[in-house]
C-alpha cells in the first residue's frame, strides 16, 4: 500500500488529494492523510491514455513495429493502455492464431494492453472485441458479416464499403487521388450497410467527417475520430507518408472536424496507430496505407486544449474515459476501484514533435513540428515508469484478458 499527493483530474476538475493505492489500485481518494510515506507528484495529473486502436505489427512485420517498441512509444506519450488490431500477416481469426499472437509478443510491453480478433466464425473468449472490415485495407481482410459469430463485446468497424471501393478505383499517385478513389460516400454507405446488420455495440473507427460521424451517431452506434483526420488534410505536402485508410479529406472537411471536436457525437479519439517504414512508404502507387500515432495522440490534443479548440473535459473523455468505458477496462478515471494510471504534465511545457525523438521502430510522423505537451512523468498501476524523458521501468504491461473481466 503506497500514497500519493497532488492535482489530480478528479470529476471533471483538479483537486488537491491523497490517493492510496493498493495492488495497482486506487481504493481510497482522501483529503487528508496520516501514518504512510507520500509520494509527492507534480504537475497537473490526469488518468493514463487508453488507446482502443493501434497496429503493433507483432507478429509478423516487426522491422515496422513489435510490442516492445509501439507500446514504449506509448507511454512516452501519456497512453498506459492499448489495444491491438488484429489484421496481422497471419489474421488473428481463432484462438490458435490468438495464442499465437500472445506468445509472440510475451513479456515485451510496456503498456497493458487488449487483442481484437477479426470478427469470423469463431468467438474468442479472451479478445477485447471482433473488428470488421468492410472494405479492404492494409492486410486485406474483408468480413462476411452475415457468416460471422458474434460476443456482446464492442465491434470496431472500419466503416468503407468495398462495393463503394470497387466503384470508385483509379490511378494514385497523390493524396487527392487517393481521397478520389475512397470518397466519403462510401464511409457512409458502410455505416448504413453496418446498420442493416443489426448488431449490438457497434464502433465506428477513424470517422473523417463530421457528416459520417452524425450519421453514425444517429444510428447508435459510437464514434472515433484520429488526430490525423483532425490536424492534417489532402492539400499537404506529406505525399506518400498521409497516406492512410479511409483518406485524408479536403482541407474544409479537415477544418469543420478539428471545429466540432467539443461535440457530443464524437466519443473517442484514437491513433489508429499504423507504422510504416520510410523505404516502404516511397513512391505513391506502392505505398501501403498507414501512419504512426500513438506517441502523439495525447501531446497533440493537450496542446489543443491550450489553444482552446477543445476542452480539457473532451480531452480526457475522448482519450481515457470513453475509451475504457466501451472496450469495459478498468481505466480511464481516477477513482476509487480503477487502476492507478497516472500521466503527470505541464501545460505551459509546449514543444515542438520530431520524429527523431519518438520511439517508433519506424522512425517518422506526419506531425513533424506540430505543438504537443508530452508527460513528465508516466504510472502504470501504481509504478512510475517514464520520468523526464527516460523510462525507468522493464517492460511490465499485463494482458487484459476479457474472459476475466
Known amino acids: 500500500m503506497e500514497a500519493f499527493h497532488g492535482l489530480f483530474y478528479i470529476s471533471g476538475e483538479f483537486k488537491d488529494k491523497y490517493i492510496v493505492v493498493e495492488d495497482g489500485k486506487i481504493i481510497e481518494i482522501k483529503d487528508e492523510i496520516s501514518g504512510m510515506e507520500i509520494k509527492k507528484i507534480p504537475g497537473h495529473i490526469l488518468p493514463g491514455g ?11 512485420e516487426t522491422h515496422k513495429e513489435d510490442f516492445g517498441s509501439g507500446s514504449l512509444s506509448a507511454v512516452f506519450g501519456g497512453t498506459t493502455t492499448v489495444c491491438d488490431m488484429p489484421n496481422n500477416i497471419i489474421p488473428i481469426i481463432d484462438s490458435k492464431s490468438f495464442r499465437s499472437k500472445l506468445d509472440a509478443i510475451g513479456n515485451r510491453s510496456f503498456a497493458d494492453f487488449g487483442l481484437y480478433q477479426a470478427a469470423s466464425v469463431n468467438v474468442i473468449p479472451e479478445s477485447i472485441g471482433e473488428k470488421i472490415f468492410l472494405g479492404k485495407s492494409t492486410g486485406g481482410l474483408l468480413t462476411d458479416v452475415d457468416k460471422c459469430n458474434w460476443s456482446n463485446k464492442v465491434k470496431v468497424v472500419h466503416a468503407e464499403l468495398q462495393e463503394c471501393l470497387d466503384n470508385n478505383v483509379r490511378p494514385e499517385d497523390n493524396l487527392i487521388s487517393h481521397d478520389a478513389s475512397r470518397p466519403l460516400e462510401c464511409e457512409m454507405a458502410a455505416i448504413e450497410e453496418i446498420f442493416r446488420v443489426n448488431l449490438s455495440n457497434i464502433h465506428v473507427a477513424h470517422l473523417t467527417s463530421v457528416r459520417t460521424i452524425q450519421l453514425a451517431k444517429s444510428l447508435g452506434f459510437t464514434t472515433e475520430v484520429t488526430p490525423h483526420h483532425i490536424l492534417l488534410n489532402n492539400s499537404s505536402s506529406l505525399g506518400p507518408l498521409g497516406k492512410v485508410n479511409p ?22 479519439i484514437a491513433s489508429d496507430h499504423a507504422p510504416h517504414t520510410l523505404d516502404e512508404k516511397e513512391k505513391f502507387p506502392e505505398a501501403p496505407s498507414g501512419l504512426p500515432g500513438v506517441e502523439t495522440r495525447v501531446p497533440l490534443l493537450l496542446a489543443l486544449y491550450t489553444r482552446h479548440l477543445i476542452s480539457l473535459e473532451k480531452v480526457v473523455s475522448a482519450l481515457m474515459q470513453r475509451p475504457a468505458e466501451i472496450c469495459h477496462i478498468n481505466k480511464g478515471y481516477i477513482s476509487e476501484g480503477y487502476d492507478a494510471d497516472f500521466i503527470s504534465v505541464d501545460f505551459k511545457k509546449v514543444k515542438k514533435v520530431r520524429g527523431e525523438e519518438l520511439h517508433s521502430k519506424c522512425g517518422w510522423t506526419p506531425f513533424e513540428n506540430f505543438d504537443g505537451i508530452f508527460p513528465n512523468l508516466v504510472y502504470l498501476r501504481g509504478e512510475m515508469i ?3 524523458g527516460e523510462i525507468h521501468s522493464s517492460p511490465t504491461g499485463e494482458f487484459i484478458n476479457a474472459k476475466q473481466q
Open 50 to 60: 487508453v488507446d482502443m486502436h493501434v497496429h503493433f505489427r507483432d507478429p509478423g
Open 247 to 268: 483518406p485524408l479529406r479536403k482541407r474544409s472537411v479537415q477544418e469543420e472536424l478539428l471545429g466540432n471536436l467539443n461535440s457530443n457525437a464524437i466519443d473517442v
Open 386 to 388: 517514464i520520468q523526464d
